[in-house]
């Protein structure tokens, strides 16, 4: 299912929370929507599942107006609501038979989908009784019941402790294997992990659609992370006078070379480095810059 955004526009009295937005999701992509708090991707989620209703633009799903393809969408909002009351099976139910699923198919279809999220087990437990992570996973089973071809998720792990992250993380990665998935956050090493590919939002506009290789090619120069055995004050000053270096941050026994031109020149560093006796630990090519550094470049003013 191929989703479309044309020039979203969505104003709240006098902000415009989502300002021009037009973007692409392809079949089978999971896409990371990223930005700061207040970027404007909770009111963009919402309208992709018709939560809110845009003042201009539309959104498509396979070429239909996306209100019209209500059964073909999956969202997770970010606290999932549930009746703490009823068990995990009693909601999965109770939430099937509200989207038109038939009791038998349920009978069926319950039992399996408690299985993938790893809630087989409680699922007599009431939903009183479950943990934030745990939450989040019914939340995502109740997503995927309907079997729908597009899932929009908002925040699915920003409130979770380190436990329930990973086990929702892990969830999506599997999920993401079956179904084309937009999701929100504002935490970069969530998209870095499970997105292929994500948009930026600032103020409400996109300001970035790539991939995170791209973006750190494009915005950071390439280094050398050099790491040795031992601290070396001189083979230090050496390396700072060698002609294809340009800079050289030294913190303990590591170390970031930038070069004239990296591809070139990191063998001809191997070289004399080794040719000093110097005991490598680490030699790795990378970036001058981390993806959040670039991140925060980009979206935080000056």
């Not at 999701?25 to 991707?41: D, F, R, S, W, Y």
């Not at 120069?221 to 601290?231: K, T």
């Not at 590591?254 to 560093?269: A, F, H, P, S, Y």
């Amino acid at each position: 299912m191929k989703l479309e955004i044309k020039d979203v526009t969505k104003n709240f009295k006098s902000k415009t929370a989502v300002n021009n937005f037009t973007m692409e999701v392809e079949t089978g992509q999971c896409v990371g929507l990223i930005g700061p708090n207040g970027a404007g991707k909770s009111t963009l989620i919402k309208i992709i599942a018709s939560i809110l209703y845009a003042e201009k633009g539309e959104v498509l799903l396979d070429g239909k107006k996306i209100s019209n393809m209500k059964r073909e969408i999956g969202y997770l909002p970010q606290y999932p609501d549930f009746f703490h009351w009823m068990t995990a099976k009693e909601t999965l139910f109770f939430m099937g038979q509200l989207s038109g699923i038939a009791k038998e198919t349920l009978i069926e279809e319950v039992p399996a989908i408690l299985t993938k999220v790893g809630l087989f087990n409680e699922q007599d437990e009431k939903v009183q009784t479950f943990s934030g992570g745990m939450k989040q996973r019914l939340g995502i089973a109740q997503t995927l019941l309907h079997k729908p071809s597009f899932i929009v998720m908002d925040e699915p792990v920003s409130a979770l402790d380190p436990i329930g992250r990973r086990e929702v993380l892990n969830l999506i990665q599997e999920i993401k294997h079956e179904t084309t998935i937009l999701l929100s956050t504002h935490i970069l090493g969530d998209a870095e992990e499970i997105c292929e590919r994500f948009v930026i939002m600032k103020q409400g506009m996109k300001i970035e659609d790539t991939t995170i290789e791209k973006l750190l090619t494009h915005n950071s120069e390439s280094v050398v992370h050099l790491e040795i055995a031992s601290e070396n004050i001189l083979w230090v000053q050496i390396i700072e006078k060698l002609s294809y270096v340009k800079n050289v941050e030294v913190i303990g026994k590591k170390m970031k070379i930038t070069l004239d031109n990296v591809l070139e020149n990191k063998d001809r560093l191997i070289r004399d480095t080794l040719e000093h006796k110097i005991d490598i630990v680490r030699f790795e090519v990378g970036s001058s810059e981390t993806l959040e550094e670039i991140f925060l470049k980009m979206v935080v003013s000056v």
